[in-house]
T-cell receptor
Framework: QKEVEQNSGPLSVPEGAIASLNCTYS??????FFWYRQYSGKSPELIMF????GDKEDGRFTAQLNKASQYVSLLIRDSQPSDSATYLC??????????FGSGTQLTVLP | DGGITQSPKYLFRKEGQNVTLSCEQN?????MYWYRQDPGQGLRLIYY???????QKGDIAEGYSVSREKKESFPLTVTSAQKNPTAFYLC????????????FGSGTRLTVV
């Protein structure tokens, strides 16, 4: 069982729709959770982080964390073609470094 | 402005050759990391360092070596023992606890010719 799992996609949504990206993790002791966006050929950039159960909103992005069910999700409202990228979920578990999922490729269709 | 600088952006290696990828940060971060990314794949940890003069192997350390002589610098050498080195290499840094997330460099794309 992978420590951090994501649906690889590809996920396609029409422009203006809500894109929902999901991530599950195995370590119940995980403390913090991150979403990175990676455009093709570029390095990952941090777009959201969350530490507590519930929702955290930043502009069009909402991160949702449910520690009891061991999942974290990212919602992108009013999706734009510029949101087309690979989204990486990362979790800080008991080790000293982040553990990354394999990423979900999102395409927003004009 | 603070950040992480990786160089070169593109690197070509001949068979049997060692090459070194540079990573420098001015964020005053204690920890630094090297990841490898293959096309369509996630990030795999090669090495990481929490403090100067100390580093730990990650999941795929074979064929790679690192040094951490200065807090700001964490170079990665891809040795001839690494049989399939063609990949995108990412350097990252964080405060002492990775719980606050990473900052990534812009990456080095290595190709074997």
């Amino acid at each position: 069982q992978k420590e951090v799992e994501q649906n690889s996609g590809p996920l396609s949504v029409p422009e203006g729709a809500i894109a929902s990206l999901n991530c599950t993790y195995s370590d119940r002791g995980s403390q913090s959770f991150f979403w990175y966006r990676q455009y093709s050929g570029k390095s990952p950039e941090l777009i959201m982080f969350i530490y507590s159960n519930g929702d955290k909103e930043d502009g069009r992005f909402t991160a949702q964390l449910n520690k009891a069910s061991q999942y974290v999700s990212l919602l992108i409202r009013d999706s734009q073609p510029s949101d087309s990228a690979t989204y990486l979920c990362a979790v800080f578990q008991s080790a000293r470094q982040l553990t990354f999922g394999s990423g979900t490729q999102l395409t927003v269709l004009p | 402005d603070g950040g992480i600088t990786q160089s070169p952006k593109y690197l070509f290696r001949k068979e049997g050759q060692n090459v070194t990828l540079s990573c420098e940060q001015n964020l005053n971060h204690d920890a630094m990391y090297w990841y490898r990314q293959d096309p369509g794949q996630g990030l795999r940890l090669i090495y990481y360092s929490q403090i100067v003069n100390d580093f730990q192997k990650g999941d795929i350390a074979e064929g790679y070596s690192v040094s951490r002589e200065k807090k700001e610098s964490f170079p990665l050498t891809v040795t001839s023992a690494q049989k399939n080195p063609t990949a995108f290499y990412l350097c990252a840094s964080s405060p002492a606890r990775a719980a606050y997330g990473y900052t990534f460099g812009s990456g080095t794309r290595l190709t074997v010719v």
